[in-house]
């Protein structure tokens, strides 16, 4: 068996519930149908078995160095993977056929993408950095950069990062102090350090494009004078191939606790160590307007948040599979009131404890999965909205959901993770079974792309406020009309709405109370309860969305449906109670702490 995704859960949350196959109709979309997308999932299957699978283990334990000439040596295997992943030509699935694209609805790309996240995180990260990359400067960059950029990297010939952080600002972009200052031939030279930039320096491929942040003179202070750059290791040459070396260089690697095999990186821009042309500064090539590039830089980071999220999504749910297979396969002790000691040993799966943590990580996982593709749905209905109004409706309702689709995996299918090792005891945090790995690898995404906290003052202190609450509501009147559904259903699909519905309205209530006087300092002290409180409630109703699509349909993968419908309701959903509770009293206990009191 080969442990990846579930590709009956995919069949099931594609055609079944999402019911992709009628993207078909959409002229974007025509030139496909259920035959390609099955494609695009077997060919991605057949990649991972055959070249990412492998050395997941093997790039854990041997991870990246910095060789004494400034390079960096990783195993072998890594490039071989990804060159077959270019020659497959999934990298360019979803972009635009003008730029050698295929036009593959983003629902389906996703999916594909997650199976190689499960299958190796360190080396499909390299892939899922870059189509974003290509993404942002395809929606932002002018013809000339898309040809000479672009195109390279769905070819899988250059590779694609996002330069953000630096040592000294972190998640403070205010505080970056990378500088860039025009030249008369238009170009830019660029001058700073960037820290924590994945798949930074390599030599995977022929060249790696950064995007950069930086400052540019005339701006107001803070983020309104950052601007956003094209910053590529090597300049192209005027063949349109690899040119003289920028002035970009490797200072030092990061090593991690998990997700080794993707080389992590401090850059430094314009030190002198490379200088093009004789002259000081790394050439960058800006990105549209000067002063607007936060706003750029937010289409890739949204999306690298969105991957995250399906990351740690596909991290949880091999580790889940890995934890059934070895709790069906483990003999341990005799069913409660046994009476018989020279009884055989039953499986650990047979215990009702074992089957709770089970139970439990098929809740997070497979909620998880269903809430980062229900996310990349709603890309696809905006890339092909018939007016303007549905398109900024879709794209404010994606705008709210995006801070779940990254925390909610990172929090709860590390949870699944965690069990995963608790199911496998003892051997759990050996070095035999993956399941540590997948542990380590996961811990990663609660931090990447914008920490837990970071996400929680997103969601509260602009995401639901924006377009007054317009957001709010357009998710409230989905939220409504899947439990309407279910309670005309009756039974106990009726009784999952109530709760839905209790549920949906306390967090309703308690965002009017945190911002009832204005006072951010008041309303964002427990943001990250917020979060979670309401990513809890989108995720039970995307459970209850799926019970229904499993209505009158027999056999073991519904009822499973059904049972981890039951437990979200029984065991997660209640947990909202207290989190509100603790919102709606307005807490300061965080925010009137003082730093010399720990």
């Known amino acids: 068996?080969?442990?990846?995704?579930?590709?009956?859960?995919?069949?099931?949350?594609?055609?079944?519930?999402?019911?992709?196959?009628?993207?078909?109709?959409?002229?974007?979309?025509?030139?496909?149908?259920?035959?390609?997308?099955?494609?695009?999932?077997?060919?991605?299957?057949?990649?991972?078995?055959?070249?990412?699978?492998?050395?997941?283990?093997?790039?854990?334990?041997?991870?990246?160095?910095?060789?004494?000439?400034?390079?960096?040596?990783?195993?072998?295997?890594?490039?071989?993977?990804?060159?077959?992943?270019?020659?497959?030509?999934?990298?360019?699935?979803?972009?635009?056929?003008?730029?050698?694209?295929?036009?593959?609805?983003?629902?389906?790309?996703?999916?594909?993408?997650?199976?190689?996240?499960?299958?190796?995180?360190?080396?499909?990260?390299?892939?899922?950095?870059?189509?974003?990359?290509?993404?942002?400067?395809?929606?932002?960059?002018?013809?000339?950069?898309?040809?000479?950029?672009?195109?390279?990297?769905?070819?899988?010939?250059?590779?694609?990062?996002?330069?953000?952080?630096?040592?000294?600002?972190?998640?403070?972009?205010?505080?970056?102090?990378?500088?860039?200052?025009?030249?008369?031939?238009?170009?830019?030279?660029?001058?700073?350090?960037?820290?924590?930039?994945?798949?930074?320096?390599?030599?995977?491929?022929?060249?790696?494009?950064?995007?950069?942040?930086?400052?540019?003179?005339?701006?107001?202070?803070?983020?309104?004078?950052?601007?956003?750059?094209?910053?590529?290791?090597?300049?192209?040459?005027?063949?349109?191939?690899?040119?003289?070396?920028?002035?970009?260089?490797?200072?030092?690697?990061?090593?991690?606790?998990?997700?080794?095999?993707?080389?992590?990186?401090?850059?430094?821009?314009?030190?002198?160590?490379?200088?093009?042309?004789?002259?000081?500064?790394?050439?960058?090539?800006?990105?549209?307007?000067?002063?607007?590039?936060?706003?750029?830089?937010?289409?890739?980071?949204?999306?690298?948040?969105?991957?995250?999220?399906?990351?740690?999504?596909?991290?949880?749910?091999?580790?889940?599979?890995?934890?059934?297979?070895?709790?069906?396969?483990?003999?341990?002790?005799?069913?409660i009131g046994a009476k018989d000691p020279a009884a055989p040993p039953v499986p650990i799966i047979a215990h009702p404890d074992v089957r709770r943590m089970l139970l439990a990580q098929k809740a997070y996982v497979e909620g998880g999965l269903a809430l980062g593709l229900y996310c990349a749905k709603l890309v696809d209905d905006l890339d092909t909205a018939a007016d303007a109004e549905t398109a900024a409706d879709l794209e404010l309702l994606l705008d709210v959901l995006t801070p779940i689709a990254k925390s909610w995996p990172s929090q709860w299918c590390l949870k699944a993770n965690d069990l995963a090792i608790q199911v496998h005891g003892g051997y759990g945090y050996t070095r035999d079974y993956d399941v540590e790995q997948h542990y380590r690898d996961n811990r990663l995404n609660p931090i990447h792309e914008g920490t837990h906290g970071v996400q929680g003052l997103d969601l509260l202190g602009r995401k639901v406020i924006m377009r007054g609450g317009r957001g709010l509501s357009l998710l409230g009147a989905r939220i409504s009309a899947t439990a309407d559904a279910a309670r005309g259903r009756g039974g106990t699909a009726s009784a999952f709405a109530d709760g839905l519905d209790d549920a949906w309205r306390r967090v309703v209530e308690v965002t009017g109370t945190l911002w009832a006087d204005g006072d951010p300092a008041t309303a964002l002290a427990n943001s990250s309860v917020y979060l979670e409180a309401f990513g809890h409630v989108v995720v039970a109703w995307l459970w209850l969305d799926q019970y229904l699509a499993c209505e009158d349909r027999s056999g073991d993968f519904y009822d499973g449906k059904r049972m981890a419908t039951r437990y979200f309701f029984a065991h997660e959903l209640p947990q909202t109670g207290p989190w509100t509770a603790l919102l709606a009293s307005l807490d300061d206990t965080t925010a009137v702490m003082e730093p010399n009191w720990f």
Not at 24 to 39: I, K, L, P, V
Request: glycine share 12%; hydrophobic share 40%; aromatic share 8%.
């Open 1 to 335: 068996m080969t442990h990846a995704l579930s590709r009956r859960d995919l069949d099931f949350l594609l055609y079944e519930w999402l019911d992709v196959e009628s993207l078909t109709a959409r002229e974007r979309f025509a030139d496909h149908s259920r035959e390609t997308f099955d494609g695009v999932l077997d060919l991605t299957a057949d990649l991972a078995d055959k070249y990412f699978i492998p050395h997941n283990r093997l790039a854990d334990a041997s991870e990246p160095t910095m060789r004494p000439d400034g390079t960096v040596e990783m195993i072998p295997d890594v490039q071989r993977a990804l060159a077959a992943y270019a020659e497959s030509g999934l990298i360019a699935g979803p972009f635009d056929h003008e730029v050698g694209g295929m036009q593959l609805p983003t629902t389906l790309a996703r999916a594909s993408m997650a199976w190689l996240q499960a299958a190796n995180a360190g080396t499909s990260s390299y892939a899922l950095l870059t189509a974003a990359n290509a993404a942002l400067l395809a929606e932002y960059g002018t013809p000339q950069q898309i040809d000479t950029f672009v195109r390279p990297m769905l070819e899988g010939r250059w590779f694609g990062t996002m330069c953000l952080s630096e040592p000294q600002a972190g998640s403070s972009l205010a505080d970056i102090t990378t500088r860039a200052e025009r030249r008369p031939d238009g170009t830019y030279r660029v001058v700073g350090s960037k820290m924590w930039i994945s798949g930074g320096d390599h030599e995977l491929s022929e060249n790696i494009v950064h995007l950069v942040l930086a400052k540019t003179p005339g701006g107001k202070p803070g983020v309104h004078s950052i601007s956003l750059f094209i910053v590529p290791k090597y300049l192209p040459g005027d063949d349109g191939g690899r040119g003289e070396r920028n002035d970009v260089t490797l200072t030092g690697l990061n090593h991690k606790m998990g997700n080794r095999g993707t080389v992590n990186t401090a850059l430094a821009l314009g030190d002198g160590t490379h200088r093009p042309g004789g002259e000081a500064g790394a050439v960058g090539y800006l990105v549209g307007e000067e002063h607007r590039g936060l706003s750029y830089m937010f289409h890739m980071m949204n999306e690298a948040r969105i991957g995250v999220g399906f990351l740690a999504t596909a991290l949880g749910y091999v580790g889940y599979l890995k934890a059934v297979d070895y709790a069906a396969g483990r003999t341990q002790g005799r069913p």
